[in-house]
């Protein structure tokens, strides 16, 4: 509707023995459709709502210098046939359906706060880049629970919400030594083909319906490739 949804830090200031630190936690903002981003942004959702704050000085991953980095939003899906966003949380382990007209959160998949129960060997501690399915999503997973040696895959799970269930559902793992410990990204092309970024490792991989492989790019050594997206190049037909 020509609004814009991003997500934006939640600075608070948490006690610790008696002394204040500051905590950076991430909420979901939107501006409307010609909205002034300096009066007119509106808080849809804040993860201080939704998790307990379990994070502490001596765990924190200094990515903020001014503060703790709590929670680490990297990644960010909205789906606009019901008006959800699709949230995903780096160091809580999680991603979480929010209800954009309420901001209430309907389930949190994974992480210490998960509402949806998941099988055993079924579950993830690190994602990205989650992407709504029918009936679930699929997210890029840097890496599984107790894993050795870690590698990166992409999974689909299924929602059960009114049972409180998860179900894996696909498991893409191209290669065992595969890891990308950054990013990552699978994104959905026509055909049911499926374009794949490994993050740290550079490399694009597009795989057909039945997951094999239709091609692979790799760029030189130290470049990382984050989010994709399928796009329509001007004046050229559609890609077969």
């Excluded at 200094?62 to 606009?80: K, S």
């Excluded at 107790?146 to 191209?174: K, M, N, W």
Aim: proline letters at 7%.
């Amino acid at each position: 509707d020509g609004s814009y949804g991003f997500f934006m830090i939640d600075v608070r200031e948490v006690e610790f023995d008696g002394e204040a630190v500051t905590v950076v936690g991430d909420a979901i903002g939107e501006i409307p459709a010609g909205g002034d981003p300096e009066t007119d942004v509106r808080t849809v959702w804040s993860a201080w709502d939704a998790f307990t704050m379990r994070a502490t000085p001596e765990g924190d991953s200094h990515f903020y210098p001014f503060g703790i980095d709590w929670t680490h939003c990297n990644g960010l899906a909205y789906e606009p046939e019901v008006g959800k966003y699709l949230v995903s949380m780096y160091e809580l382990g999680s991603i979480t359906q929010v209800d954009a007209a309420t901001g209430a959160t309907d389930w949190i998949l994974g992480g210490e706060d998960g509402t949806l129960a998941i099988p055993e060997g079924e579950g993830f501690i690190v994602a990205h880049s989650p992407e709504p399915v029918a009936g679930g999503l699929r997210l890029f997973n840097n890496r599984a629970p107790e894993e050795t040696p870690p590698h990166s895959r992409v999974l689909e799970y299924q929602v059960d919400e009114a049972a409180g269930s998860a179900s894996l559902v696909e498991s893409i793992a191209l290669n065992s030594e595969y890891f990308s410990f950054i990013l990552g990204d699978s994104n959905a092309l026509p055909d049911e083909h499926l374009l794949v970024s490994w993050g740290s490792l550079g490399m694009l991989t597009e795989l057909n319906a039945e997951r094999d492989v239709v091609w692979q790019g790799e760029l030189p050594l130290g470049q990382v490739v984050g989010l994709t997206s399928d796009v329509q190049v001007p004046g050229q037909p559609p890609a077969p």
